[in-house]
T-cell receptor
């Protein structure tokens, strides 16, 4: 079945440093979504990418979808303590199919003030 | 609009018992998906219901089942509980079953199996 790998598993940064998490799918995706889960909370939708090579920005967050629609990245510029949490990517396989969204295992972002 | 609600929020059971978890989606949402979240495996898809029909199913044993009612509320049931079933169970709703639409997650039910 479809697999979505996400790295790194953990990332420690000093406040103000940049952060990037990467997502790789074993199959071509029709779209990819990103979610953030704060400690003790539930995943909250951040954004969706659909087009090959798409880049979207939300303030300090930049999301990219690869040309082959098999990988994606989330980059945070100048991290703040409010960015703490786990960032998940979730992909839907291209061509339909009986599977739901497949989530990566997430990257835990830990920020040291 | 009220968000996705899940009951109960916390549950402690013993091995061999069964458990039923409930999820009320956002009003107007007809698709409900269930996920199991554990530190080791992350978020794993259990199943999705749309208009009272199971539309997708993840790779879980038959002990995990679910259903959806005509008002879109959904329940999942786990029979013959095992220690490894201890997890946070999340449900997520969206207006339709279209996978390109964002999901709205509930707060989850924390299940502990002793």
């Amino acid at each position: 079945g479809q697999q979505v790998m996400q790295i790194p598993q953990y990332q420690h940064v000093q406040e103000g440093e940049d952060f990037t998490t990467y997502c790789n799918s074993s199959t071509t995706l029709s779209n990819i979504q990103w979610y953030k889960q704060r400690p003790g909370g539930h995943p909250v939708f951040l954004i969706q990418l659909v087009k090959s090579g798409e880049v979207k920005k939300q303030k300090r967050l930049t999301f990219q979808f690869g040309e082959a629609k098999k990988n994606s990245s989330l980059h945070i510029t100048a991290t703040q303590t409010t960015d703490v949490g786990t960032y998940f990517c979730a992909g839907a396989a291209a061509g339909g199919g009986a599977d739901g969204l497949t989530f990566g295992k997430g990257t835990h972002l830990i920020i040291q003030p | 609009k009220a968000g996705v609600t899940q009951t109960p929020r916390y549950l402690i059971k013993t091995r061999g018992q069964q458990v039923t978890l409930s999820c009320s989606p956002i009003s107007g949402h007809r698709s409900v998906s269930w996920y199991q979240q554990t530190p080791g495996q992350g978020l794993q898809f259990l199943f999705e219901y749309f208009s009272e029909t199971q539309r997708n199913k993840g790779n879980f044993p038959g002990r995990f089942s679910g259903r959806q009612f005509s008002n879109s509320r959904s329940e999942m049931n786990v029979s013959t509980l095992e220690l490894g079933d201890s997890a946070l169970y999340l449900c997520a709703s969206r207006p339709t079953a279209e996978r390109s639409i964002e999901q709205f997650f509930g707060p989850g039910t924390r299940l502990t199996v002793l």
